[in-house]
């Protein structure tokens, strides 16, 4: 931001805006993909859709060489629009329709099947295409837990997703395909939503695929997809030890290589990273309308909200730096970031210690690249202009909506 100042950009994309990293997104994919294709060989990023899925940023990351990790037809819709090649797309996610599933194998997509209703899908088509190769995955279910103790997102203690194994489940999805000669069971599937993102957890996913991958797909194996949510780079504030790509690399890649040893066609590794690619590489910039006294607390109230950076609304006050506009009042003080909605609860932080913000100042609020932009609902305001940065290059990547956007003519009926 060498040759702007903030009060330009805000002149040019609007008094509260997000600006994209496009340097930082570049280098986030190379670390990653280094850290696992260093260790081995055969390996594949497939970016998830779900996190953030600004147009550009997915076109960035398929020039790089991502693939399209997608969960719905919109997602998959999208990767095709901005020009992903139907092979490149990975095509996930609990609740496909059978023209999901008929699009995707007409296209040679990669798809891991949720469910069996889906098997029941999959078989419906290949009677319809009999001379046609088919080639599916199974997203397998099976117990991650830690000594009985549950390593998953909320405690939960067994995982919703994937056909499951211990109950047969598995075992009857594979003979059911294997009823039909053209279909051919390629990859396993194992994301599992952990709450620590410990890498000794990715090491079991991993070694589990791998057997089972083993023990009933040996001939047909193409890929190992172990899904994603591993840790990307953590700010310093958060005060957490992660593990590094290296980490999660180590852990993964010798299992593959010591499992696969000896195969002389090795399969896949596929990664689905998510936050660990872009929740860095967003800052979203909101002004000061005002700061006031309440009794003996300050708030200092933003054109923002917490659902542009917070949209799970946790307390942990996110790294942020002020621009002042002014040097001409100083105060130390305690106070509170709050947004423009009528909720009590819309803290964009909490707390804060330091030179209190005034009126025209700008707050930047770091590391909001995931969830925010797929989660920012339409309440109360039109949602904020998207900016990027390349080098001393500043564009436009999504406009600030107007109320033709907020409220479709096409969709809404007036």
């Known amino acids: ?153 909320e405690g939960y203690e067994v995982s919703r997703f994937g056909i499951c194994v211990t109950n047969g489940n598995f075992q009857y999805a594979i003979d059911q395909l294997n009823k039909f000669e053209n279909v051919q069971i390629a990859g396993l599937h194992g994301h599992f939503s952990t709450s620590g993102r410990k890498v000794e957890t990715y090491h079991e996913i991993t070694k589990k695929l791998c057997e089972l991958a083993k023990e009933n797909i040996a001939d047909s194996v193409e890929y190992i997809d172990i899904g994603g949510g591993i840790y990307g780079e953590i700010p310093a504030s958060f005060n957490m030890q992660a593990p590094s790509f290296d980490d999660y690399a180590d852990a993964v890649c010798s299992v593959m290589n010591a499992e696969f040893t000896g195969y002389e066609k090795k399969p896949y590794l596929i990664l689905e990273p998510g936050i660990s690619m872009v929740a860095n590489t967003f800052r979203f910039v909101s002004k000061v309308i005002e700061t006031k006294k309440v009794q003996d607390k300050y708030f200092v109230l933003i054109d923002g909200s917490v659902h542009n950076i917070k949209p799970t609304m946790h307390k942990l006050n996110l790294p942020m730096k002020i621009v002042r506009q002014s040097n001409d009042e100083k105060k130390i003080a305690a106070y509170n970031i709050v947004g423009y909605t009528c909720m009590e609860k819309d803290y964009l932080a909490h707390d804060v210690l330091g030179d209190l913000p005034f009126r025209d100042d700008y707050i930047f609020f770091e590391n909001v690249g995931a969830y925010t932009i797929v989660f920012n609902p339409p309440f109360i305001k039109e949602r904020p202009c998207i900016a990027a940065f390349d080098g001393d290059d500043y564009f436009i990547v999504r406009k600030k909506e107007s109320i033709n956007e907020f409220f479709n003519e096409d969709i809404y009926v007036f």
């Open 1 to 153: 931001m060498d040759h702007y100042t903030t009060a330009q950009l805000a002149q040019q994309f609007g008094s509260s805006f997000y600006l994209l990293d496009v340097n930082k997104l570049r280098s986030n994919y190379q670390k990653i993909n280094n850290a696992f294709s260093s260790r081995y060989e055969k390996f594949v990023i497939g970016y998830s859709y779900k996190t953030n899925y600004l147009p550009f940023l997915c076109k960035e990351l398929d020039q790089l060489g991502a693939y399209a990790e997608v969960v719905s037809r919109l997602e998959y819709d999208l990767a095709l629009k901005i020009g992903v090649k139907p092979a490149k797309i990975i095509f996930n996610g609990p609740v496909k329709s059978y023209e999901d599933i008929e699009f995707a194998l007409e296209n040679g997509s990669i798809i891991n099947i949720d469910s069996l209703y889906e098997i029941d899908y999959v078989k419906t088509y290949c009677l319809k295409k009999q001379d046609k190769p088919i080639k599916v995955g199974l997203r397998v279910n099976f117990d991650i837990g830690n000594n009985g103790r549950s390593v998953l997102q």
